[in-house]
């Protein structure tokens, strides 16, 4: 079996890669398992010393990563490297920060301690979406801690795939230490079943995120799943509003609005509907949709034709089910996977569709009457990712987000990653955390070391 990869831009092929063969995969598993003893036995020096490395290449390759990325899932380039150099400001933080988050940790009034050691070789399942920071995010602290990974990318990133083992080669790292792992879904319970896997890690949508975990999870191993979101975009109406609507514009469509914590759900108080509604449509009917490359696009293609049309299924079923287009609604004519910027209100929200991830660009539009009515419409979901919270109130603002189901909440601001901080949801959205401190302990034995007298 071989993988193609496609310019979802033009439709033309750009990359054929072949499966990798059981031996392949047996030699790939032994090697992680070898390197991770002699990589987890090296100074913590030598192991901050090769992020910086990393980060130097991430940062002096960026344009040529960017337009590798911009090849295979076709978000704009300027946002291509900024993903290329977010991935960067990763490995340079984990490289200062990263030894305090895994000291060893004193237990107030005990002779204790808590010591965070390396457990093994990480398998980790990945998307599309975002095909380098996804990786790096997990993979930087992971390597931090001692531990070696194994990924099995989406099989349309497959460039992207074997653009980073080479650039953890060419940063000094020893071979094994990230392995690239060409297989098909259907051979992944073999590689989690495998004792030397220690843990897995898995982003992607719920459905994959689900069996993974319970096939780890027979087998005590430990799992980590950043899943899909829905996430609400609630504005009060002491909000600053012209803020607001600007970044409900880039929430929902960046990355080719293809983002798990893209605002998907927007609640406007019914005081300022009519106005949000009116300047929100028209900011999405101005944004520009074109060739990725090109630096005045704001929005690209969908990265594979079978997204598009689940993208236009939804729409439709949103419209049987009662909603109104407000802009878009429709693919594009011409080459590649191009769908309109999409607006749609009253949809009611009780209906199943609205209970379903739209990735894709188009943007559902709520209205609430007060306060608890938001907190108890965006908590009605499957999902629980992020949450975006605007009001010119501060109490209020931080009484809403306490009672979010978010793995996330974010005020007068769009919801986003940061290196510095744990990111992850619960509910249907996963659980564990990655980046920040938690993230760094997230994949780490927390062993109990107790001198007695």
Known sequence: ????????????????YEEQSDAEVERIIQQSHDTWKSWSAKPMSERTDFLVRLADLLEQRADEYAALIVSEMGKPFGE??????????????????????????????????????????????????????????????????????????AESVQGCAAAIEKLVLDAGGPVGLYSNLVIDRSRAPKVIADPRIAAVTVTGSTAAGQTVAQ?????????????????????????????????????????????????????????????????????????????????????????????????????????KAGAKVLVGGKKMEGPGNFYEATVISGLPHAAPIAREEFFGPVAMLFTFKDEAEAIALANDTDYGLGATVWSGNAEKADRVAAKLEAGAVFINDFVRSDPRAPFGGVKGSGFGRELGGLGARELTNAKLVWRGA
Request: aromatic share 10%.
């Open 1 to 16: 079996m071989s993988f193609q990869s496609y310019n979802p831009t033009t439709g033309a092929l750009i990359g054929t």
């Open 80 to 153: 291509a490297k900024g993903e290329v150099n977010k991935s960067a400001f990763g490995a340079r933080h984990f490289a200062s920060d990263g030894p305090a988050y895994i000291a060893d940790e004193a237990i107030p009034g005990t002779p204790g301690r808590i010591v965070y050691q390396s457990i093994g070789p990480i398998f980790g399942v990945m998307p599309w979406n975002l095909p380098f920071w996804q990786v790096l995010r997990f993979f930087i602290p992971a390597a931090l801690v001692g531990n070696t990974v194994i990924v099995k990318h």
């Open 215 to 319: 096939q780890a999870g027979s087998l005590g191993k430990k799992v980590v799943l950043e899943l899909g979101g829905s996430d609400p975009f609630i504005v009060f109406a002491d909000a600053d509003f012209d803020k607001a609507v600007q970044m409900a514009v880039v929430s929902r469509y960046s990355n080719n609005a293809q983002s798990c914590i893209a605002a998907k759900r927007l609640f406007v108080e019914e005081s300022i509907a009519d106005r949000f509604t009116k300047a929100f449509v028209e900011a999405v009917s101005k944004i520009p949709v074109g060739d990725p490359m090109d630096a005045a696009t704001k929005l690209g293609p969908l990265a594979r034709s079978d997204i598009r049309d689940n993208v236009q299924r939804q729409v439709d079923d949103a419209v």
